[in-house]
């Protein structure tokens, strides 16, 4: 079960300098002050968590609780119980009654993560208390007046699951009063290198070595080339895991582990050889970016900084 709870939200470590992502944040903070619903959408690892803590932090409820509670992680009975409190005897090992997140959020901030999980019958109760401030726990019939702002979060269409009757239209437009969508990692380009540069001054600390000697230029192609669909959390993985592997860190960081399978992440660094290897494969680049071991954008990315790119396309 995945449940945080805090007295107020902390500052949200949210790093970037792209057009895309520097728009998000001014949204964010336009968004913050006005105390209704929101919805967060982004994929998976773009860091919906520390949006969330940032509209709590910039919102009059900043010095309130703020907790957070995954709907992928609890079973829907549990999810139910969680959310709304239950009673004494409401169902065998219920001893005693459970106040809800709800009770424990009031006049602060509930964050809803992985919202898209939630039974039907759960965003039916949801959907009362987000409107009237009002529910029953589980196993009660007396009414609990809460005074919560919901920020829900998810990766997946709502649209679409509305429209396939998986998930209620009505507590779409109750959640939707606005929607910040996180970009994704491969639209913030100019990003990549700055967060590297981030993740890895803080896992130098983290090794106890003194410094950190910066990313090589293979090291920052292969870094430029990837598509990231893990977006920030695979980065973060990424930068970490090369950095801790690396056993000379006083020089700078040349390769990059991509791959923590340990398939070959490295292509030919030269002209000469990456363009023997695409004449070997009749300049075909897909089965030479799987001859290299990399992904095609990153072979792509490589010929264009060699100057290869006019090479026949395959």
Known sequence: MTVTVSTGPAQANLIGESVAFRAMLTHVSD???IDRPVLVIGERGTG????????ALLSARW?????QLNCAALSESLLDSELFGHEAGAFTGAARRRASRFELADHGTLFLDEIANASLAVQEKLLRVIEYGVF???????PVHVDVRVIAATHEDLPALVSAKKFRADLLDRLAFDVI????????GEDV??????FAQRMTSELGRDFFAGFAPAAQDALL????PGNVRELRNVVERSLYREADWRVPLAQIRLDPFGRPPIAPDDAASLKAVLVAHRHNQRRTAAALGITYDQLRHRLRRLGLLAAKAG
């Open 31 to 33: 968004l913050a002050p």
């Open 48 to 55: 919906k968590e520390l949006v969330a803590s940032r509209l």
């Open 63 to 67: 010095n309130q609780p703020l907790l």
């Open 136 to 142: 029953e726990r589980v196993g009660g019939n007396e």
């Open 181 to 188: 969508r996180i970009p994704p990692l491969r639209e913030r």
């Open 193 to 198: 290198l700055h967060l590297a540069q981030h």
């Open 225 to 228: 080339a990837h598509d990231w």
